[in-house]
C-alpha cells in the first residue's frame, strides 16, 4: 500500500526566505505527484502536476521535484511571503490504475510579516 | 471559470439523520472522486467514478455510506444514519484519466459536515 510523508509537519519563517518542503513515497511506480495548497476552510487548489517521467516543474516563484526511484519530491518555495501561509499537501497517482491520489497529510506553513 | 461545485458548504445535523452530499464535476471530466479530511486520517478516498460507473467504493463504510452517479453533472455521497464520527469535510474532485491512469484532479470547497 503506498504510504506519502511529509517533513516538516509545519514550519514557520521569517518572510523573505528560500524554504524547501518535502515529501517522501513508499511505491515508486507512480504515475504522476501533485503539489496542493489549501487555505483554511477552503478547498485544494493544484500547483504543480509533474509526470513520472519528468524531473521538475516550475510555476513562477514555486519549483517542484521528483526523483522516482528514490521516492522524493521537493517543494521549492522562493522568497516567500505572508500570502504564501497555507497548508501544502503532496500526492500521488500509482501506474497500477486509476485509482485516484495518495496523499500526505501536509506541511502546515507560516510566512511571518 | 470551470470548477467543482459542492453543497451543502455546510451542514449540521444530529445524530441518526440522513444527509445527502452533491458535487457537480467540471464539464467534460469522466472520473468524480469522493474524498473525507479529518485533523487524524488527513484525505482518505471514499469512492470513485469513471465515466459514471462506480470502480471502488472500498473506503465507505458500506452499512451507512453510499455514492451514486445519476447524470455526468452530479454526483451524491449520502449518509444513512449519520454518526458523530462522520464529522469531518467532505471533498469532490473530477477528472480526466489518460487512459486507466490518474490524471490532474480538481476538487471543490468541500461540504463541512457536524453531527451532533
Known amino acids: 500500500k503506498q504510504e506519502v510523508t511529509q517533513i516538516p509537519a509545519a514550519l514557520s519563517v521569517p518572510e523573505g526566505e528560500n524554504l524547501v518542503l518535502n515529501c517522501s513515497f513508499t511505491?515508486?511506480?507512480?504515475?504522476?505527484l501533485q503539489w496542493f495548497r489549501q487555505d483554511p476552510g477552503k478547498g485544494l487548489t493544484s500547483l504543480l502536476l509533474?509526470?513520472?517521467?519528468?524531473r521538475e516543474q516550475t510555476s513562477g516563484r514555486l519549483n517542484a521535484s521528483l526523483d522516482k526511484s528514490s521516492g522524493r519530491s521537493t517543494l521549492y518555495i522562493a522568497a516567500s511571503q505572508p500570502g504564501d501561509s497555507a497548508t501544502y499537501l503532496c500526492?500521488?497517482?500509482?501506474?497500477?490504475?486509476?485509482?485516484?491520489?495518495?496523499f500526505g497529510k501536509g506541511t502546515h506553513l507560516i510566512i511571518q510579516p | 471559470d470551470a470548477r467543482v461545485t459542492q453543497t451543502p458548504r455546510d451542514k449540521v445535523t444530529e445524530m441518526g439523520q440522513e444527509v445527502t452530499m452533491r458535487c457537480q464535476p467540471i464539464?467534460?471530466?469522466?472520473?468524480v472522486f469522493w474524498y473525507r479530511q479529518t485533523m487524524m486520517q488527513g484525505l482518505e478516498l471514499l469512492a470513485y467514478?469513471?465515466?459514471?460507473?462506480?470502480?471502488?467504493d472500498s473506503g465507505m463504510p458500506k452499512d451507512r455510506f453510499s455514492a451514486e452517479m445519476p447524470d455526468a453533472t452530479l454526483a451524491t455521497l449520502k449518509i444513512q444514519p449519520s454518526e458523530p464520527r462522520d464529522s469531518a469535510v467532505y471533498f469532490c474532485?473530477?477528472?480526466?484519466?489518460?487512459?486507466?491512469?490518474?490524471?490532474?484532479?480538481?476538487f471543490g470547497e468541500g461540504s463541512r459536515l457536524t453531527v451532533l
Open positions: 500526492a500521488v497517482s500509482l501506474l497500477g490504475g486509476a485509482d485516484g491520489l495518495t
Open positions: 474532485a473530477s477528472g480526466l484519466d489518460a487512459g486507466q491512469l490518474t490524471g490532474e484532479l480538481f
Open positions: 509533474i509526470q513520472s517521467s519528468q
Open positions: 511505491d515508486s511506480a507512480i504515475y504522476n
Open positions: 467514478f469513471r465515466n459514471r460507473a462506480p470502480l471502488d
Open positions: 464539464l467534460g471530466h469522466n472520473t
